[in-house]
């Protein structure tokens, strides 16, 4: 299947910094990527649609001002997470919609990205 | 997009076939039925999809009922790296409007015992 890489895995930062993630469509061309956000013992809550050329579409409830979206290119959607907190600590993770597969447009998962704000 | 109800919990025995139900009753025309697991601290790999066929793949068979109201996820033989969250997710096709996001529900947490 289709392969999405996210980087870095595992990221460590102190409070009132900014982190990035990166997520990258390996061999396919992805002009939507989807970022979600997942607590210890919780399903993936999706947090935004990114776009490539054009503003992220975030769910109800997310800061667009805190979790900055860019979908500079096919193959790349990146996360800020803008002035971390403790409870920014979670697992994000990407997906992305391979558009020229179908039925349905599969979309891939990355293997997602562990943030601890200390 | 549809909401699915899902037992959130199953045990099965290494080797047997797992079964893993889902009931999607206010599923319309136009939504797949998509089923991705996610083992622990991993992100969500996907198994399979489908309308309104039956489908199978080297992971797993998809049985959806003929209403489409219900459907089911077979694991043949299950091992224990099949143990993980399976999640039945429903979603329009992209275009016309659709993103075709994928909403997540619990899932159910598949155990399987040696």
């Known amino acids: 299947g289709a392969v999405v890489s996210q980087h870095p895995s595992r990221v460590i930062c102190k409070s009132g910094t900014s982190v990035k993630i990166e997520c990258r469509s390996l061999?396919?061309?992805?002009?939507?990527m989807f970022w979600y956000r997942q607590f210890p013992k919780q399903s993936l809550m999706l947090m935004a649609t990114s776009n490539e050329g054009s503003k992220a579409t975030y769910e109800q409830g997310v800061e667009k001002d805190k979790f900055l979206i860019n979908h500079a290119s096919l193959t790349l959607s990146t996360l800020t997470v803008t002035s971390a907190h403790p409870e920014d600590s979670s697992f994000y993770i990407c997906s992305a919609r391979d558009q020229w597969v179908n039925p349905g447009n599969t979309i891939y998962f990355g293997e997602g990205s562990w943030l601890t704000v200390v | 997009d549809a909401k699915t109800t899902q037992p959130p919990s199953m045990d099965c025995a290494e080797g047997r076939a797992a079964n893993l139900p889902c009931n999607h009753s206010?599923?319309?025309?136009?939504?797949?039925v998509y089923w991705y697991r996610q083992i622990h601290s991993q992100g969500p790999q996907y198994i399979i999809h489908g309308l309104k066929n039956n489908e199978t793949n080297e992971m797993a068979s998809l049985i959806i009922t003929e209403d489409r109201k219900s459907s089911t996820l077979i694991l043949p033989h299950a091992t224990l790296r099949d143990t993980a969250v399976y999640y039945c997710?429903?979603?329009?096709?992209?275009?016309?409007?659709?993103?075709?996001?994928?909403?997540f529900g619990q899932g159910t947490t598949l155990q399987v015992k040696p």
């Open positions: 061999d396919f061309q992805a002009t939507t």
């Open positions: 997710i429903v979603r329009g096709i992209s275009g016309s409007g659709n993103t075709g996001k994928l909403i």
């Open positions: 206010t599923i319309s025309g136009n939504e797949y």
